[in-house]
């Protein structure tokens, strides 16, 4: 088992860059898929960015492509998001996802793929 616990959220400008980080407890990190979502008020949880056990294997949504980038330092049990060029509609929970047992260069995308989840951290971008 896994958990999970994110940081890096807050108020930011349009324009502006966040970098989300989520710490990761246990020894077996590098077994995890690890994605990312977010849920704005009032909507469904979506799919922001996913990477593989690996690392080498990437997925974004639409979204986002272009101006997040998800990462991974196994070492330090954390995965990363760095987003740019925030927009307005990027306002949300982002939350942290783990997926155990895991294909070694597959980035999960379906909400049903993950297994653990963290507490999630607002992001919020002003006009």
């Known amino acids: 088992q896994v958990q999970l616990v994110e940081s890096g959220g807050g108020l930011v400008q349009t324009g502006g860059s966040l970098r989300l980080s989520c710490a990761a407890s246990?020894?077996?990190?590098?077994?995890?898929?690890m994605g990312w979502f977010r849920q704005a008020p009032g909507k469904e949880r979506e799919f922001v960015a996913g990477?593989?056990?690996?690392?080498?294997?990437?997925y974004y949504a639409d979204s986002v492509k272009g101006r997040f980038t998800i990462s991974r330092d196994n070492a330090k049990n954390t995965v990363y998001l760095q987003m740019d060029s925030l927009k307005p509609e990027d306002t949300a929970v982002y939350y942290c996802?783990?997926?155990?047992?895991?294909?070694?260069?597959?980035?999960?995308?379906?909400?049903?793929?993950?297994?653990?989840w963290g507490q999630g951290t607002q992001v919020t971008v002003s006009s």
């Open positions: 990477i593989s056990r690996s690392g080498g294997s990437t």
């Open positions: 246990g020894r077996t990190f590098s077994s995890y898929a």
């Open positions: 996802a783990a997926r155990q047992f895991s294909t070694y260069s597959f980035a999960y995308y379906l909400l049903q793929d993950y297994n653990y």
